[in-house]
């Protein structure tokens, strides 16, 4: 396998382009948990390394720097396995570990992500009818989920300069529709056009890499069913986080019971899009760098940390409604994504992946019950009814919200319903 390394020049690619006048620092000090007070003074509007538009308010651009000096000091240390072309073969190395926890060079991620998820050998190993270009080539002649993926296309992150233009929405269709036809049993499942077109961003656009990058997280990293006709993974890891959150956060958990507020309504977003569409792009990608490396247990501990961060403002809300919006717009202000990481691997205590699979394994069996129940009710009433959000109704699919959110809005809504029925 041949690689061509990006030069050491180029480590920072597309950053150097916003980032002017700023100091080199390091982290000094231990890192608050706690919010600080927002210095007065206008927001900007900004475009982020990933093309994205946003708006920030001083403190949001202050951490927003302070983040890339940090990073650009880290850089320093990827060199070695730059000069040398290739990462340590021990998944286990503690070294490396550290290293992408603390974030990697946006001119590397591209090559990290596909080595330490497995996507770049998995993409080696194909077989000729399991390649890339036969799997578009047999969702070209037909495909049952064309139509939903062409509905959902422009609610994609929509603004995204690229994803606007008739080439960024075609390469993201061909990506979807190859992976439908890869795997038929999940084939489309809304939310993975998000995934797949962040995938597309940080991959250099490269439709071939997303297209296994995709493959390798639902297959090998999340949870099985997570993207399943009737979500039963997505149930599973929400009642799962619930138990957690109960340990981690007592005081929390205790106040979400007080008001009936369920975890799927929190979380599924952040399970289903893996933050994409609720932490801003550049935080995102960072949680992204260590889940390809230490899989599905990065998620709980983000969710648990974000929980944990925003806790003293959450137990200040008395309903539900006002608390969801409470945390949709916290987790949209987390710039400071060095302090998030932080938490989540240093300040919420041990989460070894053995407690969560015992938790899973329990939880399982209660949404296997609580399926099988929902379904003999169904039955008993009107037919069976199939909660996928793929065979939403067409009218609903044609008018939904511009920003693409109504079916992320269906799902959590469907999570929700099942966990409380």
Known sequence: MSFSFPPRRSIFSGFDSWYKGTQRGGNKG??????KPEPEGKTKTQVDLYGFEIIVTPKAQADRLKCENRSRLRAE???????????????????????????????????????????????????EGRTYAACLKKAMEHSPFAKQIELDIPRTYPGHPWLEMQQGQQALERVLLAYAARNPRTGYCQSMNYIAAMLLLVLD?????????????????????????????????????????????????????????????????????????????????????????????????????????????????????????????????????????????DGIGGLPMNTIKSIRKTKQKDVDEMLRARDERLDSKSGRHKNTWSDMDQEDSDGGDSDGQSSIATAITDVADLSIS
């Not at 231990?30 to 919010?35: F, I, L, R, V």
């Not at 000069?83 to 060079?105: E, S, V």
């Not at 069913?225 to 929390?252: D, I």
């Open 205 to 345: 656009k490269n439709e071939e890499k997303a297209f296994w990058m995709l493959a390798t997280l639902i297959e090998d990293i999340l949870y099985a069913g997570t993207y399943a006709h009737n979500l039963n993974g997505c149930h599973v890891e929400m009642r799962s986080l619930g138990e957690l959150v109960a340990h981690k956060l007592p005081r929390l958990s205790k106040h979400l019971e007080s008001m009936y507020c369920e975890m799927s309504v929190i979380a599924t977003d952040w399970y289903l899009c893996l933050f994409s569409t609720s932490l801003p792009c550049e935080t995102a990608v960072r949680v992204w760098d260590s889940l390809f490396d230490e899989g599905p247990k990065i998620l709980f501990r983000v969710a648990v940390a974000i929980l944990q961060l925003a806790e003293r403002k959450l137990m200040k809300y008395d309903n539900a409604g006002e608390l969801l919006k409470g945390v949709k717009e916290f987790a949209r202000n987390l710039h400071n994504r060095d302090k998030l990481m932080k938490v989540a691997f």
């Open 30 to 35: 231990k890192e608050e948990t706690e919010e």
């Open 77 to 127: 240390r990827w060199h070695k396995y730059q000069d040398k072309g290739k990462l340590p073969k021990d998944r286990r190395d503690r070294a490396l570990k550290m290293m992408i926890r603390k974030g990697i060079p946006p001119g590397l991620r591209s090559w990290v992500w596909m080595e330490t998820s497995g996507a770049q050998e998995r993409m080696n190993q194909a077989s």
